[in-house]
């Protein structure tokens, strides 16, 4: 597949993370999977990028690319100026500390066998951090666990929601500059879901964290990002700031999915056409745009070309998207 | 009010009244539906909303009679089905007399397709059985009627997915086939328990677009059970909201969403993210989290987490009341009445 330019990113100085042409492939038996492929996009300090998609899209996978876990395929990722794909071993693992993920279901991410303080420190320990218990204290007070109560209890005596409050204490403890949030609130009752939610913008501000916000939930997205990036089948669709993505959705794709969540306001009869049909196999992706095969819009060009990222017609500054005929 | 909607207000297709059941558990007796009571008409849909742990699913295994026999320490209270004019005690039957309802009466579509369907039957096998039991039908006939249902839930290429088995077919289309299942012996009551919540959004609205069609080409009762507000806003004739194995609020679907009364109902109305709030908005979280329901202490349920909680709200438990013409509402001090400060 050849790299396509990528107008996409932004010429500022204060970008943190830095995704360049990311390819991650799988191995399924004897065929190669490409879960994410040449997808770029940059974040800016204290800023949040929702990464949206439906299952299968490659979000999670980016999220986790950008971890190292694993290494990806092809492309960088360049965290304040170095790139850490060329990383391994202690420098691989002293930058992890700057880069912390929270994951969707809480817990499973705990370790049932341990309290919640030692979960907490263990990051402490490992990098022999002055003043642990302080520290330990501090970011449960953060999260809202009171540390008296929980510090010496273990996970099967918290319920999701409060599991999720324990990751995010523990993803905190190192002073992270970049939070991957994977789904963090998918696994949540609707009630708690929005104290967990509210919770990640008060951690984004008390420890100017710059984050990934990984979730399918486009409401729940547009919530808590500043700047959101629509994926379909590995491919970078659309990205731009909240308000020209759900304001002035060009791709097809991204007004498809706006177009599709039941909302509760009566009466959202439908302007956009429904998609039709599932997702396509990855293992087997369309020729030329991989959306074409539900696009209501596909021409012939659409089966021979891959759209490369161009400015928006919507000429709101930073707002890119691939599409041979964008709205 | 014609005369024969009237005849069909008196006789409601399914009738539950005061539905409790108690679930032997590791930790104790798990109070999972308490005191159930709703009425649903023939062709109209009724959406029931609870949280995880609300009792709507066990619930629904009641009205199957699927609930664990061994773990099922009480099942109290009534359920009755009106067919070819007469009225069947559901919670009376035998194991023998249920299994000739299911299918043909009342069916099921359950929330993950990939373990309601045998994987290693093929699909038409598992469309043609119920056809086979239920309606006598040979082999030859009952696969012909599997492959005029395939195509009615919208499943392309009907005659070449006959013969494949479930993995070889997307999550959209497995629920599409279980579908096809649901309703192959034209049941008169299909329960749908969070039948999209496994789906991707894009296919979530075609699945939920198919089941609202043939609910009312076929004019079935349906119960759709969901955790989502928004999956019945649009859909549902009335609505029931239930917290801690009980309705709390009960009402046609407009008047709940313009007169809401029980502050659990907007608080979970106002806790979902909307999106047409602008970014960063502030949501209205609710404090706390469900209650156990092992041991459920005296009182409303919602207490230790409402807004407008008064002493009595701790001691009694607020029994469901008319609060407006087919609006019930278990709430000491709902919302809008005068003992709340405005």
């Known amino acids: ?327 | 009010m014609t005369d024969s909607q009237h005849q069909t207000q008196k006789l409601p297709l399914l009738r539950v009244e005061d539905l409790t059941v108690r679930l032997r558990g590791e930790a104790g007796i798990v109070h999972a539906v308490s005191d159930v009571s709703f009425q649903l008409q023939r062709g109209q849909t009724l959406g029931i909303v609870g949280e995880s742990g609300s009792g709507k699913s066990v619930m629904a295994r009641a009205l199957m009679g699927l609930l664990p026999r061994r773990a099922t320490q009480q099942l109290d209270g009534r359920v009755s089905l009106a067919v070819d004019g007469r009225v069947l005690e559901l919670l009376k039957l035998s194991e023998r007399e249920f299994r000739t309802l299911r299918g043909p009466r009342l069916a099921m579509v359950f929330q993950d397709p990939m373990t309601a369907l045998n994987p290693v039957l093929t699909l038409g096998v598992q469309i043609a059985e119920p056809l086979q039991l239920h309606l006598g039908l040979n082999k030859a006939q009952a696969m012909a009627r599997a492959l005029e249902l395939l195509a009615q839930v919208g499943i392309p290429d009907p005659e070449g997915r006959l013969r494949q088995y479930p993995h070889q077919l997307s999550g959209g289309m497995r629920q599409r086939v279980v579908i096809a299942i649901a309703l192959a012996c034209d049941p008169r009551v299909l329960l749908a328990d969070e039948p999209t919540t496994a789906l991707d959004v894009t296919v979530q609205r075609q699945v939920l677009d198919l089941l609202l069609a043939l609910q009312r080409e076929r004019q079935m009762g349906m119960v759709l059970i969901t955790h989502d507000l928004g999956v019945v806003a649009n859909r549902a004739d009335h609505i029931a909201v239930m917290y801690a194995g009980r309705i709390v609020e009960y009402a046609p679907t407009s008047r709940l969403f313009s007169a809401m009364r029980h502050p659990y109902t907007e608080a979970l109305f106002k806790s979902v993210p909307r999106l047409s709030d602008p970014s960063h908005t502030r949501l209205h979280a609710i404090p706390g989290r469900p209650p156990q329901l092992i041991d459920p202490a005296p009182g409303c349920a919602f207490a230790p987490r409402c807004p407008n909680v008064q002493q009595r709200c701790r001691r009694e438990t607020p029994a469901l009341t008319q609060a407006g013409d087919e609006h019930l509402h278990a709430c000491f001090y709902p919302i809008g009445s005068r003992e709340v400060g405005a």
């Open chain 1, 1 to 327: 597949m050849s790299e396509t330019s990528n107008p996409q990113l932004r010429a500022r100085d204060d970008i943190v993370l830095k995704v360049e042409h990311l390819v991650v492939t799988f191995d399924v038996g004897r065929e190669l999977v490409q879960a994410v492929s040449d997808v770029s996009f940059d974040i800016a300090r204290g800023e949040t990028l929702g990464l949206v998609g439906e299952s299968g899209c490659g979000k999670s996978t980016v999220g986790r690319a950008i971890m190292q876990l694993p290494p990806p395929k092809g492309g960088k990722v360049i965290f304040k100026g170095q790139d850490i794909t060329r990383l391994e071993g202690e420098a691989l693992r002293k930058t992890r500390t700057a880069l912390q993920m929270i994951f969707q279901d809480p817990i499973s991410s705990l370790n049932p066998r341990r309290r919640v303080k030692d979960i907490i420190a263990e990051g402490l320990q490992i990098w022999e951090r002055p003043n642990q218990r302080a520290r330990v204290e501090e970011v449960m007070e953060a999260v809202g666990l009171d540390p008296e109560t929980a510090a010496d209890r273990r996970p099967h005596q918290f319920s999701g929601g409060q599991c999720q409050r324990i990751c995010i204490a523990r993803s905190l403890a190192l002073d992270p500059d970049v939070l991957i949030c994977d789904e963090p609130v998918s696994a949540l009752d609707v009630s708690v879901q929005a104290q967990i939610l509210n919770l990640l913008e008060d951690m984004k501000a008390r420890y100017q964290l710059t984050m990934v916000f990984v979730a399918h939930n486009l409401a729940v997205v547009k919530h808590i990002s500043d700047r959101v990036a629509v994926m379909y089948l590995g491919k970078l669709c659309e990205i731009g700031s909240v308000d020209a993505v759900y304001q002035h959705p060009s791709h097809p794709y991204t007004q498809a999915l706006l177009a599709s969540i039941p909302e509760l306001e009566t009466s959202q009869e439908d302007a956009i056409p429904l998609l039709q049909g599932d997702i396509p196999s990855p293992m087997n992706p369309p020729s030329g745009c991989r959306f074409r095969t539900r696009c209501p819009k596909a021409q012939a060009i659409c089966a021979q070309q891959e759209p490369a990222m161009q400015a928006s017609p919507s000429a709101i500054d930073d707002h890119f998207v691939s599409c041979h005929f964008p709205d």
